[in-house]
Every structure is written in C-alpha cells, then in structure tokens.
C-alpha cells in the first residue's frame, strides 16, 4: 500500500473530514512517517519535497525525508520525473525554453535522489527513467 502525498501546506483530506487540521508536513515528520507506516508499505512524495526549490526553481538544502521516512519503516517513491526543462531544477535545464525535451537533465535529477536512498519513482517517460538507472 502507497500513501500519495500532495504540497506540505495541503491538509490531509480524510482527515479533514473528521475534523482534523492535519497536513501533508504534519505527516512527513518522524512521527507521521511512524503512523503511515500502520496502514502504507511506501509513501510517494513530489520530488520538489525531497529537494525544495525556491521561486526561481533552484535547489535548496535536502530535506531529510527520505532517511526520516527509512527509519520509520516506508519505502519512498517520489513523482514525476519529467523530461521538459519546465519541471527541472534550474541548474538542470538545458536552454531557456521550457517546453525543450531534455531527459539527460531529468537524469541527472534522479541520480541526485537515487543517491540519497530514494527506493523508486513515478515517470512520464519510462525510457528516460531507464536512462536514469544505468
């Protein structure tokens, strides 16, 4: 069982509807990745929760997630890797265009998550994801 995670300021919709305030950030702490683990194997974060970017898309410092979500027992899945220079980290792109094809740099992105212990990833692309593993 996998746990789809949304932005960490959006509440946890069936909590919510207990009345609950709980947000995705609530749950991705050490003791929410403690309780997801009662009821999900892997939780599937967005990629951007793993590494945040700032406003201009550069990286910023590594969350700890994934080494959190590791020691409290789930596997970690992140989506989407895409190919377009739109959904890349700044640094990654390959031109100002961001409509341009670009699966070297989303390989590049993967390997810098794969790195840090990510188990798998969700992609639009599976040859590109591919190209990511070798």
Same mark, same amino acid.
């Given at each position: ?37 009662? +009821? ?5 974060? %967005? ?6 970017? !700032? ?5 910023? %410092?590594? %969350? ?13 899945? #992140? ?7 739109? +959904?890349?980290?700044?640094?990654? =792109? ?17 390997? =810098?998550?794969? #790195?840090?212990?990510?188990?798998? +990833? +969700?992609? !639009? ?10």
């Amino acid at each position: 069982m996998m746990m789809l995670t949304d932005a960490p300021d959006m509440p946890v919709p069936d909590l919510a509807a207990r009345g609950l305030r709980t947000t995705y950030a609530d749950l991705m702490t050490p003791e929410g990745l403690a309780r997801i683990r009662e +009821f999900a194997d892997v939780i599937g974060p %967005s990629n951007s929760t793993i590494i945040p970017r !700032d406003a201009s898309g550069n990286w910023l %410092s590594p %969350s700890s997630l994934i080494t959190d979500a590791h020691r409290a027992g789930p596997l970690v899945h #992140s989506y989407t890797a895409r190919p377009e220079n739109y +959904f890349l980290p700044r640094h990654l =792109r390959s031109s100002s265009n961001p409509a341009e094809r670009n699966p070297e740099g989303m390989a590049e992105e993967l390997r =810098r998550y794969l #790195s840090m212990g990510l188990d798998g +990833f +969700f992609t !639009d692309d599976p040859a590109a994801g591919r190209h990511a593993l070798l």
